[in-house]
């Protein structure tokens, strides 16, 4: 789905489907969920990112209606669902472990639900029918779950899930037993499902770019809050905070001083070392700490001085080879250590660049991101 063209957030008459209205969540004296905010729109492919025990998937049971929030309300097509019982709600919820029955075949598995609101037979049998082509598994309908692959597991509990038609559809760490590669091509079918459906997904993930992937927008949590909601790019981009920079993706943060401000904010960091250079997104004053954040593709590599805003020089201390790329570890003469990244474009007894080789990084005034904190 392209962002630029689905972005209800941006605008003020867009109705979210989901609102978190000052939700905190206690158990006992420990806070999971503190005082948190946010919309979630219809038609999103929503991401709750963060490390364990942020209270990303305490958010999801609360959606789902396996806990009630201690204070604050949680509207869903702004009805408050806290008196609605979890099977009783517009929601449904796909585990980690799948929870398909054994004994069932994957046309039974599917079933399961619809049978249980005693749909007519034949509405079950096309509705049935519907989901196992939009998972493509049609030609698996008569075998159970233990005769198909971890893969075609997930896509039932997938088709099993939206067979309801629920508004809202909840994944706690789905892809999380499936190995890198399948993973990887599971995201694009989650997408392209969400897309035909229209129906609402909010998934829990730590993957990072798994979030990047497949979200429309993605929450960073920490400790119960959320540090910053914005699309993918934006929070790769220009992170709110260190914490948001720090957590996605890989990144240099250099901390400073301001030594002038005004449409290009210099940096006093290191002894010895050229003042940094670059363009603030917010205002700071002179003197104050300033935290720069620079992504390690950002940052040249190079045996000559380069002419950009910033140069330094330093010693290769280590190489990361990744096929693609390769990450180059550059030490300091203060001992600092900044990461460079380049394209393997050349075959290995090609490259430029070996351990303890003296470079030069150089990067622009725009290339990363001025933070207060």
């Not at 492919?45 to 963060?50: D, E, I, R, S, T």
């Not at 069932?104 to 399961?112: G, H, V, Y």
């Not at 290769?316 to 080879?321: E, F, K, N, S, V």
């Not at 390769?326 to 070996?354: C, D, M, W």
Request: charged residues 25%; aromatic residues 8%.
């Amino acid at each position: 789905m392209a962002i630029d063209e689905f972005a209800p957030w941006e605008d003020p008459e867009a109705k979210p489907i989901i609102q978190f209205k000052n939700v905190t969540k206690r158990f006992g004296d420990f806070v999971a969920i503190d005082d948190l905010t946010v919309d979630i729109y219809e038609k999103e492919f929503f991401a709750l990112l963060g490390p364990s025990g942020c209270g990303k998937t305490t958010m999801m049971r609360m959606l789902a209606g396996f806990e009630t929030p201690t204070e604050g309300t949680i509207l869903l097509s702004g009805k408050d669902i806290a008196p609605v019982p979890p099977n009783k709600r517009a929601v449904n919820m796909m585990f980690q472990s799948y929870a398909l029955f054994p004994h069932l075949s994957i046309w039974d598995n599917i079933a399961f639900g619809l049978r249980r609101d005693n749909l007519p037979k034949n509405d079950v049998k096309d509705r049935v029918e519907e989901m196992l082509r939009l998972t493509r598994m049609e030609k698996f309908a008569r075998r159970k779950p233990h005769q198909v692959s971890g893969g075609q597991r997930q896509r039932v509990a997938l088709a099993r899930s939206l067979a309801k038609a629920p508004k809202l559809l909840l994944l706690d760490e789905p892809l999380g037993a499936l190995d890198k590669k399948l993973r990887q091509d599971t995201q694009f079918e989650l997408m392209d499902i969400q897309e035909k459906t229209g129906t609402t997904f909010v998934i829990v993930t730590h993957d990072q770019e798994e979030a990047m992937t497949v979200a429309s927008r993605i929450a960073v949590m920490d400790n119960g809050k959320i540090i910053q909601v914005s699309t993918p790019d934006a929070i790769y981009e220009t992170p709110n905070s260190t914490y948001v920079a720090d957590f996605i993706g890989e990144v240099n943060i250099i901390e400073g001083k301001a030594t002038s401000v005004g449409e290009k904010l210099s940096m006093a960091w290191a002894e010895g070392q050229p003042e940094i250079v670059g363009t603030p997104t917010t205002e700071f004053e002179k003197g104050q700490s300033v935290h720069f954040a620079i992504r390690p593709e950002k940052v040249s590599i190079s045996a000559e001085k380069p002419e950009t805003a910033n140069a330094v020089q330093g010693k290769i201390l280590d190489i990361a080879y990744l096929g693609n790329i390769s990450t180059y570890h550059v030490e300091l003469p203060g001992g600092q250590i900044i990461k460079a990244q380049a394209a393997n474009n050349r075959r290995l007894s090609r490259r430029s660049f070996t351990w303890e080789d003296n470079v030069w990084l150089g990067w622009t005034d725009t290339a990363g991101v001025l933070l207060g904190r």
